[in-house]
């Protein structure tokens, strides 16, 4: 199949064409999430450069540095029924941070709008507000994008297999990796990783960049095959009997049950934390103590000491002053025996 034929049959895709009809469903959300800088907005500027056919804009607002910049969750469309996002990317994938994320890849907050990271059950409440705004007729294609520049540690592998696990659990699929920076000489270590945590689809490219605007075969036609698998993603998973309505729900109740446990998780560790808090400060109190008592005994043995050298010295001044006192009277005694005897 030629480019021009996948490009027919992107354009066309539409659910109504799936075996059990739509199900409920009316669109694609390519749902990119990832770790802030890799290349989530410039991979959207890539698509829109290509799809369209024209030369390279920032349409997306792709950072001019590796710093935070996407804090909306905005919409692209590449048709009607193909609507990338833009989801806001994360600085680690802490505990608070993962909440937000899962919000949003399960499409539970509402799109086109900023996107703020909230701490303990404010995320509830967004979700909550979100409803009127948020569509079950969305079909979620979670799609994962990771910058080669960054190389793996058996840290980031085990965060991204617990990240990927709850995705999957979430979304009912093992998100697509889009790998960035293809030419970087990681990207053997990088791809293994991704592997080894048990991705199946990969697509990679050099993002087109305001640095790198020249368009060149391999990314065009690596570009619209991936959107062709996209949507035949779309079709394959789609041809199952599904309910929109009813996944909207589970992955709401999904989420907040997530939130809920990641609550109880972190009101463990703080309540670990301040026990540990108590536990040493109760040991310095006792050592302090300790040293306390400890100076006290010294300073008793010292008062003892230095009492029990001036009762020394005293008795030996007084012994001294009885030997005196003694050979004083001696010598008087003999002296009057001396005069006696002369008398005599
Ligand atoms: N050479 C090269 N540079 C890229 C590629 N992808 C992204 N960049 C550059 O990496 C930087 C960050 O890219 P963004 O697309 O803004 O990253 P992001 O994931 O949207 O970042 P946040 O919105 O902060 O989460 C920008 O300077 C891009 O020009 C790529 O494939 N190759
Ligand atoms: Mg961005």
């Not at 993002?207 to 079709?235: G, K």
Request: aromatic share 10%; glycine share 4%; hydrophobic share 30%.
């Amino acid at each position: 199949m030629d480019d021009a034929e996948r490009r027919r049959k992107i354009r066309d895709f539409t659910f109504d064409r799936c075996k059990r009809g739509n199900q409920g469903f009316e669109r694609i959300l390519l749902q990119l999430f990832g770790y802030v800088g890799h290349g989530k907005s410039s991979l959207i500027n890539t698509v829109m450069c290509v799809w369209y056919n024209s030369r390279y804009k920032n349409c997306a607002n792709a950072a001019g540095t590796d710093e935070s910049h996407t804090t909306e969750r905005l919409t692209y469309a590449v048709n009607k029924k193909i609507i990338m996002v833009d989801n806001r990317g994360c600085s680690s994938m802490n505990t608070y941070e993962t909440g937000e994320i899962f919000a949003q890849l399960g499409n539970l907050l509402p799109l086109d709008m900023s996107v703020g990271w909230s701490k303990g059950f404010e995320l509830v409440d967004r979700i909550v507000e979100a409803e009127p705004y948020v569509k079950a007729s969305d079909f979620i294609i979670p799609i994962f994008v990771y910058s080669v520049r960054h190389s793996p540690t058996p840290e980031l592998k085990n965060e991204l297999r617990g990240i990927f696990e709850t995705a999957r659990q979430l979304t009912m699929v093992v998100p697509t990796v889009v790998l960035t920076h293809m030419n970087h000489p990681n990207y053997t270590e990088v791809e293994n990783m991704f592997r080894d945590i048990g991705t199946e689809t990969f697509f990679a490219l050099e993002n087109y960049t305001e640095e790198n605007p020249r368009r060149i075969r391999e990314t065009d036609e690596s570009v619209i095959q991936f959107l062709y698998e996209v949507i035949n993603d779309a079709y394959f998973r789609a041809d199952h009997r599904r309910d929109a309505d009813q996944e909207m729900i589970d992955r709401k109740l999904f989420v907040l049950n997530y939130i809920h446990n990641r609550e109880l998780m972190i009101q463990k560790i703080n309540l670990e934390r301040q026990r540990n808090v108590e536990k040493i400060r109760i040991a310095k109190d006792h050592r302090l103590k300790q040293e306390e008592e400890e100076k006290q005994r010294q300073k008793c043995q010292k008062l003892h000491r230095e009492r029990m050298e001036r009762l020394q010295q005293e008795f030996e001044r007084q012994r001294l002053q009885a030997q005196y006192e003694h050979e004083e009277r001696m010598r008087q005694l003999g002296n009057k025996k001396g005069k006696n005897n002369y008398k005599k």
